[in-house]
């Protein structure tokens, strides 16, 4: 991968609004005494013995997933892409980063025989995908991009019987669905969720349907934890090196004891088969998603209504921390609690409801883990002062509007040189800010991403209208970077840039 795409790819984890995460963690889908006769419990085995015997005891609970579409409006690239079934934020990353692929299976619509196919073709059409059983009564688990859009959903289980599914809810943001079997009074082998935290190096089990071969066994260990991969806010895959291919989508990935770990979702791929390195979602996400898609047939999450980027090196110089941790706030949503609270443009949050924050992606999981209505205190340094403030966590709305701001009046638009940044700017044409003219070649202001175009809005924590109060600004701050807020195109963010004192 290009370090170009490599910058890209970090950007994904930056300026992200803090309403994302997950809800509170519950226990998914208790089994009832009734029921509780069904769960496939296994005994730790002894790898050196082989995997026979954990087989055995869970692969009644995995499941088959078969979906069918209906005529569909779609290009060729579309199908070509796999774009149908990709969750919300994954189309542009898998276009932009191929080699990341998720793997909703075999395509079998008219005119795909040869098993590259992900979608429904405009002929109408079926895939395949993976899941597994979570309760006696028929609930199971899959990916959101294995289902969504389907017309209709069946199951196939071990033995080759075949029940129809009802999608019960989806959560694209995680790419995690909840489907019920349709089989009255059967009672189904089940599995349950680990409760553990597992380890770099822990053996893992995966089972699925890879290429709608059915029922397929790999092994493998935990390679990593926490990854980021770009697909969405609330990344924080578990990294595995069992073989997983395209339809593994949904299937589990089992420990020694027999409990699911992961959900197989994405695979590392230049060349669009395993190699070694595929994403499963923990444990750990999946249980609160899918208690709260079981609950609600939605996932509701926790809002507090900010759009945030890490405190990188250069900032936390520039703000005077002594540690890169927390994250800034780089905009304030209109009519979010973060508002009511009094959290202002520039804070920095070290911490919620008594919790360190380590960066943006780990604030935006703590804050939608808080239970919405629940009031909690966030501690921010503003202006070098840490401070406490309380704030009533809200219900993440579906399409949270940006902060907008009404600033100031019109000024001189001359276009003013700052040699000393590289930059040549002038008034704003509303008022709000300075607009960026033109950015040196080679200059700090170019490395870190400043264009013409781009508007900024502050210099030092100080307001700006015209370039004389970027001047001003420059002049007061006694910092060898100076930080300033800059709006562009894709939202606002703060950038830290080298001064004369410096």
Do not use: C
Request: a negative charge; glycine letters at 12%; proline letters at 4%.
């Amino acid at each position: 991968m290009s370090s170009a795409k490599n910058k890209t790819l970090g950007a994904f984890a930056a300026g992200l609004m803090a309403a994302t995460a997950l809800v509170t963690a519950v226990s998914v889908l208790p089994a009832t005494q009734a029921i509780a006769q069904n769960q496939l419990h296994a005994a730790a085995i002894d790898p050196s013995k082989g995997f026979a015997d954990l087989v055995d005891r869970v692969m009644p609970a995995v499941v088959s997933v078969q979906v069918k579409y209906a005529t569909v409006a779609a290009t060729e690239g579309d199908q070509a892409q796999g774009s149908k079934q990709l969750p919300n934020g994954m189309e542009d990353f898998f276009k932009q980063f191929p080699q990341f692929r998720n793997m909703p299976g075999m395509g079998q619509g008219q005119g795909d025989q040869g098993g590259d196919g992900e979608d429904s073709h405009p002929n109408g059409g079926m895939a395949m995908g993976s899941g597994f059983i979570i309760s006696a009564d028929g609930y199971a688990v899959t990916n959101n991009h294995v289902v969504k859009d389907a017309d209709t959903v069946s199951v196939t289980m071990k033995d080759g019987t075949e029940y129809k599914a009802e999608v019960i809810g989806t959560d694209p943001k995680t790419d995690l669905a909840l489907i019920k079997i349709d089989a009255k009074d059967k009672k189904f082998d089940y599995v349950a969720f680990t409760q553990d935290q597992p380890r770099v190096g822990d053996w893992v089990m995966a089972v699925g349907n890879p290429f709608g071969l059915g029922g397929t066994v790999t092994t493998g260990i935990v390679s990593a934890l926490g990854r980021d991969i770009g697909s969405g806010p609330y990344d924080n895959f578990m990294q595995i090196d069992a073989a997983i291919n395209r339809g593994n989508s949904g299937g589990p990935a089992f420990n020694l004891e027999g409990e699911v770990v992961g959900i197989n979702t994405a695979i590392f791929s230049p060349s669009g088969g395993s190699v070694g390195i595929g994403f499963a979602i923990p444990a750990s996400t999946a249980q609160s998603v899918i208690a709260s898609l079981k609950e609600n047939g939605h996932v509701t999450r926790g809002w507090l209504g900010v759009q945030i980027q890490p405190v990188t090196e250069d900032i936390a110089e520039s703000l005077g921390l002594k540690d890169a941790k927390g994250a800034i706030v780089a905009d304030v949503t209109d009519g979010s609690p973060a508002l009511a609270a009094g959290v202002k443009q520039g804070d920095t949050i070290l911490k919620i409801d008594g919790k360190d924050v380590a960066d943006s992606r780990d604030l935006s999981r703590k804050v939608a883990g808080i239970k919405p209505g629940d009031t909690v205190p966030l501690t921010v340094v503003r202006n070098g002062k840490t401070m406490d403030v309380e704030v009533k966590i809200g219900t993440m709305p579906d399409d949270p509007k940006m902060a907008s701001k009404d600033q100031g009046s019109k000024e001189d638009t001359k276009t003013v040189s700052l040699a000393d940044l590289g930059l040549k700017v002038a008034s704003a044409q509303d008022g709000a800010g300075v607009t960026v003219m033109d950015v040196a070649e080679g200059s700090a202001a170019a490395d870190l991403g400043l264009k013409a175009g781009d508007t900024i809005l502050e210099v030092a924590g100080v307001e700006v209208h015209a370039p004389s109060d970027v001047r001003a600004a420059l002049k007061a701050n006694d910092k060898k970077k100076v930080l300033m807020l800059v709006k562009t195109d894709e939202g606002q963010r703060f950038i830290a840039l080298p001064t004369a004192k410096g």
